[in-house]
Structures are given as structure tokens and as C-alpha cells.
């Protein structure tokens, strides 16, 4: 059990000093989704060396991918529209953490922008999952055929070994990564693994009750959690584990709904600077771990 530290300040520098120094800003790359028509925004943390290196695509929650200081100024993102206020320069904190974070630990880390290249980088607020709005961004039917073009475009760069990308995911993007598993199925290609932070687990969210992948997954859930269920996705993990699936769990006691977000604000939580901490601290082993397998 992840014990609950009493001061909130004093967990954010702890979680924080496990995470790396902010990297050189991301590169900006243009790729196609799987979806056949979309021109997709990714932004390219880069480790030192030529590689080739292992990969880690990152999917971005409801929120989208940019700091909420300028996401309600966003409408599209593409090539065509260098000066908009969401770019490279504008991701979230915790976009730029985690990216800096594989960088630094040897990983090539993509992170797509399903939203501003649909004309919704200003993402959208909590309990919107009904939004008609959110239809053409839906982590079902659409977002997975984001992940599955950046795992093509990946695939064709000789700096990432092509056999061994991951995928990570937050919210909304970590139901879009087992939506991914769920249409990867049994087949030995594709993403090798998931790192899943407090995804969405419903009906409504993903493809099937029951996963069934060759894929091992690890899942970061918030006991407190805020916006999604954590028993629905703790039931899910159970009835995927006796499927065959590996899948391990970790809920936080007193953590809520992205408790990984280093900002002062999410980290006035108490429980979320020890989950954030933790989740730091084993994600870099877990992943090194499956790709030895």
C-alpha cells in the first residue's frame, strides 16, 4: 500500500525529482492516422544517441494534449497553421514530464494529437462524455486508428526499433489504448505492451467486457477517482486475467482522477503525490521489463 504523505508540497518535490529535467522542446512530426484521411500532429521526444530505440506512443486524455492556459484559444492544429497557440511549446505538464521521462530513460516517445487536427485541440471538461461534440474524437471507433497510424509511422523510422513500442495512456487515452488491444487481439504484431493511468472502463468506453490480448498491460488507478469507476476497471482486469490476459493492477488509496499531473493544483490532493511518485518510480522497470520477454 502507497502510504499517504502529510504534506502536499513536500510529495510533489519528492515525485518530481524522480522525473527528469524538462528536455529540449519535442519535435513537431505530420503523420497519417490509420483512419485513411486524418493528417495527424505528434510531438517527438527524442533520447540522446542514434539508436535504434525502443518506443513509447502516449494518449492524451479528454483534455487533450496542451496546457489548459491555452487550449480554450485552440480550434485546429495542423501543418497549414504554424502559429497556433497549441504546439510543441504549449504541452500540458504532465505531457512533458512523462515525454521527458522515456526520453531520458532511452525511449523514443510519440505523443499524437487526435484533437486539434479534428478542429478540438481545446479538448473538453470533465463529465462531457456524452457530448455529441465528442463523436469524431471517439475512443472506440476513432482514436484507436490513431494509435494504430502512430505505431506505422514509428515503424518506418530507422531510429525506433520496430518490434518493441508500447503504448501509454491517460483518461479518455487509456480506454483508447486497450480499445487498441481489444482490436490487436490475439495477433503476435503490434504494440508490445500498455501502460493504462485511470482509464474509463464502462460500456460506453470500451470495445468488450472482457480483454483477450498477448499483450501485458499494467493498470494505475485512483482509489478516489473522481470521473471514472476504478471497480469497473478492476473487475475488468479480473474477468481479462482469468481470459488469459496479463494484466496487473494498482489502485492508489486516496489518489484522484489524474493524479500524475505535477501541478500544484492536482498535487493538493494528498494521496496523488505518493501516486504520482510510485507510478514514476516503476513505470521506466515495468516497461524494460516486458520488452525482455
Not at 61 to 88: E, F, H, I
Not at 117 to 130: I, N, Q, W
Not at 262 to 289: E, F, H, Y
Request: net charge neutral; hydrophobic share 40%; charged share 20%.
Amino acid at each position: 500500500m502507497i502510504g499517504t504523505r502529510s504534506n502536499a508540497g513536500a510529495a510533489l518535490l519528492a515525485a518530481l525529482s524522480l522525473a527528469p529535467a524538462v528536455a529540449a522542446q519535442p519535435d513537431t512530426v505530420y503523420f497519417p492516422s490509420a483512419d485513411g484521411h486524418t493528417e495527424l500532429a505528434g510531438y517527438l521526444f527524442k533520447p540522446q544517441g542514434k539508436g535504434p530505440f525502443p518506443a513509447i506512443v502516449m494518449l492524451h486524455g479528454r483534455g487533450g494534449p496542451y496546457s489548459s492556459n491555452v487550449n480554450a484559444d485552440c480550434t485546429l492544429v495542423s501543418r497549414a497553421a504554424p502559429a497556433s497557440p497549441c504546439n510543441a511549446g504549449t504541452l500540458s505538464k504532465r505531457h512533458v514530464m512523462w515525454g521527458s521521462y522515456w526520453a531520458e530513460h532511452g525511449y523514443l516517445a510519440l505523443l499524437p494529437d487526435s484533437f486539434g487536427p479534428r478542429g478540438k485541440a481545446h479538448g473538453f471538461g470533465r463529465y462531457t462524455h456524452d457530448d455529441p461534440d465528442r463523436a469524431d474524437v471517439n475512443e472506440k471507433t476513432v482514436r484507436p486508428l490513431d494509435a494504430e497510424g502512430a505505431l506505422a509511422f514509428l515503424r518506418q523510422r530507422s531510429d525506433v526499433a520496430a518490434g518493441r513500442i508500447v503504448l501509454q495512456g491517460w483518461s479518455n487515452g487509456g480506454s483508447t489504448a486497450l480499445n487498441v488491444l481489444f482490436r490487436q487481439g490475439l495477433e503476435p504484431s503490434g504494440f508490445r505492451a500498455a501502460l493504462v493511468f485511470y482509464p474509463g472502463c464502462g460500456d460506453k468506453a470500451l470495445l468488450g467486457p472482457t480483454l483477450k490480448t498477448r499483450a501485458p498491460i499494467q493498470l494505475f488507478l485512483a482509489a478516489d477517482d473522481e470521473e471514472v469507476s476504478p471497480a469497473l476497471c478492476s473487475a475488468m482486469a479480473d474477468r481479462s486475467h482469468q481470459a488469459g490476459t496479463q494484466i496487473d493492477t494498482t489502485t492508489y488509496p486516496g489518489a484522484s482522477h489524474g493524479f500524475d499531473e505535477p501541478s500544484a493544483g492536482r498535487q493538493a490532493t494528498a494521496g496523488n503525490g505518493p501516486a504520482m511518485d510510485d507510478a514514476l518510480r516503476r513505470s521506466g522497470p515495468i516497461v524494460d521489463g516486458w520488452l525482455k520477454q
